[in-house]
């Protein structure tokens, strides 16, 4: 069993209906196209007509590439033998770039996984040249990109071709919207409740879960905000009208309420309310 190169492993296998033509072909003419192997003997080009060989129990022909950029070199080969759409080759193109890190859609160049380092292709390869050599515009790759990013689940489906690249890139740009949209708000929730953030940012509660108990949260400090205040102004401006009166001295502890009686630890108490109360008027600035 001779092992694919990663790259050629990327493209699709041949359909039977295909193969069967292929193998037709050969058993007519010869395999006039070798297999295609590399320098450590895996499979650049040809998985299809060296199992169409195996079925017919005919000795393959094999040649070894030499030249630059064998990752280029096996998807132009197969891309543009086979009848792929532009939509399929951009997503094969975006998916060998990702899985085995060369050249990037963007810049020409991508990170190996975990590597750290930037790395470019074999040979060099520019976003200009994946353009030329497997006719696959720019744009295309770009959507391509925007699909394998925001949703990978699709990748698949595109190549396969049960899936277009349109439709794909459709469902890729609301999913973007959304995280993109999610992001501003998580960043806008980080600068109005970092604890709430926090634990959206550990996991422990969705973004939705966290902007609904903030919104409790300030429900809540209205509804006290609303009770003390009216307390308060019950409170204070009797106790202000009564000053310089006689009231006081007509206090009868046998006529309070009760429970409501007025001792000395209440008017401690009450001395220390408005002490209070007045240190939080001036800190405040309120009139």
């Known amino acids: 069993m001779i092992e694919s190169h990663p790259t050629n492993s990327l493209i699709p296998p041949l359909e039977e209906d295909d193969l069967a033509v292929l193998m037709h072909d050969i058993q007519e003419n010869g395999l006039l196209q070798p297999i295609v192997l590399d320098s450590s003997g895996r499979i650049l080009d040809g998985r299809g007509r060296l199992t169409a060989c195996e079925r017919l129990d005919i000795k393959p022909v094999f040649v070894t590439y030499d030249g630059a950029g064998v990752d280029i070199y096996s998807l132009s080969v197969n891309l543009k033998r086979r009848s792929f759409s532009k939509g399929m080759c951009a997503m094969i193109t975006v998916k060998a770039r990702a899985s085995l890190g060369f050249a990037c859609p963007e810049s020409g160049q991508t990170a190996r996984p975990d590597s750290g380092q930037e790395a470019r292709p074999e040979s060099g390869h520019t976003v200009r040249d994946i353009e030329e050599q497997l006719g696959v515009a720019r744009a295309v790759i770009g959507r391509a990109n925007v699909v394998w990013q925001y949703a990978p689940d699709l990748v698949d ?53 966290a902007w609904a108990e903030h919104k409790a949260r300030q429900e809540e400090e209205i509804r006290q905000r609303r009770v003390a205040t009216h307390l308060l102004c019950e409170t204070l401006p009797s106790l202000a009208q009564i000053r310089g009166t006689r009231t006081f001295a007509l206090y009868d502890p046998d006529l309070s309420p009760p429970g409501r009686a007025v001792t000395r630890e209440t008017i401690e108490h009450a001395s220390s309310a408005l002490a209070q109360a007045a240190s939080v008027w001036a800190e405040r600035d309120l009139p």
Do not use: C, F, W
Request: proline share 2%.
């Open 157 to 209: 489906s595109v190549i396969s071709g049960a899936v277009g690249l349109d439709r794909a890139y459709e469902v890729a740009r609301q999913k973007k919207a959304q995280t993109e949209s999610a992001e501003a708000q998580l960043a806008k929730l980080r600068m109005t409740d970092p604890t709430l953030a926090a634990r959206v940012a550990d996991g422990e509660l969705t973004l939705q879960g």
